[in-house]
């Protein structure tokens, strides 16, 4: 009996609109459906992936869809965690047993989405590492390096694609669970050459993946398993030979353990060879090519704080401010798979330096009470419900209820009527004892007003006395008065960027202190922004 066919899973931007009932039962759904596939003998599993082809196109929209998000902290719900699960193993039989490999599980971009996904799994490293063996990757990751190599030319002119920024967080990982995709690259001077070039006119985040990015292809070069040195002394003379390319070598020596690493590894004939340039080398190590930052005068502690929370830091309630959200994003750029909450505990340990940070993660050096957390750890999310206690809502001890206000009275309290001793024979309806009728009465004029007297009341009316004086009009003056200050228009359109700046990287970090409820305006998030800002609330939800 075959088994159903699998819907492709959602991008993030239809996945917002699924009612949260209907979401789980459609995980419910491929939660069995992934089961039942695994359970089929090696033979029927390799028949139903040729027949239904839904499994290889929602294996592939599962990992573009969850590599592609910021944050991942979806998958830390059960169920998610489990759907996480089970569509690694299904990629793992696909590339391991059957002998036709699915040509969509072999592009760069399912492989990158895996590395970003698994990143931590040491069965997808001997996986990959099984598959460069065999050749089938070969001819993907030769043809994205001349795409990488183009897209380097295309953005030599200082205004990098938005794109590029992803493409390089992906490379970044990848390399770290492939070695050889790293050999692959360092394989002629081509690629090299196009990212230096590229280092000299990019941004200062830009700089931080490109870095990455050569440091991790050496590392490929020093495999134990499949040492090239050879191939990397070459390249390391080729950049020291340029002045513009020495540049790239300097920032890759001072800011990652590369040059320590080199003279680890390196052994017999090639040791020799690399002395001089280990030599050359060691002059930058140490030594940042990022501006000294300025000192800060120190206070006097007076035994003051706010309250931390859990974490030490006080993240939603003004002790962290948006310069550090950005430093935040920025290393889960270099290290998609590092949860917000552990990346937290690194700058505290090292002072809020990035660089520092950096360095560690790459060298793998943390310290042990570092190296025992949970990499994917992630920031709590705060209730956007007000939470009172004893200290700030004193005196809420229960009062007695208020007297209540006085009864209203009148004149014609305790009369007749109202004590109901009145005669029958004094009540009647109308005018008592009157022989007139509707028509009598419109018809009789003695009371009617005098017509003389109202037409002489009329004529004696001045139309002219409310009219309005329009002495200091517009037109009359001939002109206004701008009361605009000059050159304010241009200040306040840089703090608007500033504040649309900083505004885009606390949503990226907290999405939840934007929403528009009443308790979320009155929440510690939003108490931070404000102060942060100097804008209202409306100004901060607009």
């Not at 380097?152 to 967080?169: I, R, V, Y």
């Not at 025992?372 to 004193?394: G, K």
């Not at 209540?404 to 109308?430: E, K, V, Y």
């Not at 009009?473 to 960027?497: H, K």
């Amino acid at each position: 009996m075959d088994l159903p066919s699998f819907a492709p899973y959602p991008p993030p931007n239809l996945r917002e609109d699924i009612v949260p009932k209907e979401w789980e039962s459609c995980l419910h759904a491929w939660l069995l459906l992934a089961e039942g596939h695994l359970l089929l003998s090696p033979a029927a599993f390799s028949t139903q992936v040729s027949k239904d082809q839904s499994l290889i196109q929602f294996m592939f929209s599962y990992v573009d869809s969850e590599a592609g998000q910021a944050d991942h902290s979806n998958s830390q719900s059960k169920t998610n965690y489990r759907l996480k699960q089970l569509c690694y193993l299904l990629t793992h039989r696909c590339l391991s047993e059957l002998k036709k490999k699915p040509p969509s599980l072999l592009e760069w971009q399912f492989i990158s989405g895996l590395g970003i996904l698994y990143c931590k799994w040491s069965t997808l490293r001997i996986l990959l590492q099984d598959l460069w063996r065999k050749g089938d990757l070969d001819k993907t990751l030769q043809k994205h390096k001349a795409t990488l190599i183009e897209s380097f030319a295309d953005n030599t002119d200082g205004n990098a694609h938005p794109d590029l920024d992803g493409t390089l967080a992906r490379v970044a990982t990848l390399l770290r669970v492939c070695p050889g995709y790293g050999e692959s690259l360092m394989l002629g001077s081509d690629f090299i050459d196009a990212l230096s070039s590229l280092y000299d006119h990019a941004s200062s985040s830009l700089k931080n993946k490109l870095l990455v990015i050569v440091y991790r292809c050496f590392l490929a070069l020093m495999d134990p398993l499949n040492p090239r040195f050879s191939m990397m002394l070459d390249h390391l003379y080729a950049l020291n030979s340029s002045k513009q390319q020495n540049a790239l070598l300097a920032a890759v020596s001072s800011s990652t353990p590369f040059v320590r690493r080199l003279r680890e590894r390196i052994a017999g004939p090639d040791a020799v060879r690399a002395e001089k340039i280990i030599q050359q080398l060691s002059a930058f190590e140490g030594s940042s090519t990022l501006p000294p930052k300025s000192k800060q005068r120190q206070r006097a502690s007076k035994g003051k704080g706010k309250e931390k929370d859990e974490y030490g830091h006080g993240a939603f309630d003004g002790g962290m401010h948006v310069h550090r959200m950005s430093i935040v994003t920025q290393i889960q750029d270099l290290f998609p798979d590092l949860g917000s909450a552990f990346i937290i505990k690194l700058l505290d340990e090292y002072e809020d330096d990035a660089e520092r940070v950096t360095a560690h993660l790459l060298d793998d050096s943390l310290p042990p009470h570092l190296k025992s957390l949970d990499r994917s750890e992630n920031l709590p999310q705060r209730s956007t419900q007000p939470i009172y206690t004893d200290d700030l809502v004193p005196n809420l001890a229960p009062h007695p209820s208020p007297p209540l206000p006085p009864t209203r009275r009148n004149i014609h309290d305790n009369d007749a009527f109202d004590s109901l001793t009145i005669s029958p024979s004094q009540i009647h309806r109308g005018l008592k004892s009157s022989s007139h009728t509707a028509d009598t009465v419109l018809q009789d004029r003695s009371s009617a007003p005098n017509k003389a007297a109202i037409l002489s009341a009329l004529a004696a009316f001045d139309s002219d006395d409310d009219e309005r004086d329009d002495t200091y009009d517009v037109e009359d003056v001939g002109g206004t008065v701008d009361a605009a200050i000059p050159g304010s228009e241009e200040m306040d359109a840089d703090l608007r960027d500033k504040n649309e700046e900083a505004l885009f990287r606390a949503w990226k970090m907290s999405p939840e202190a934007f929403e528009r409820d009443a308790g979320t305006r009155r929440g510690k998030a939003r108490l931070a922004l404000r102060s942060e800002m100097g804008m209202t609330d409306e100004a901060i939800e607009g």
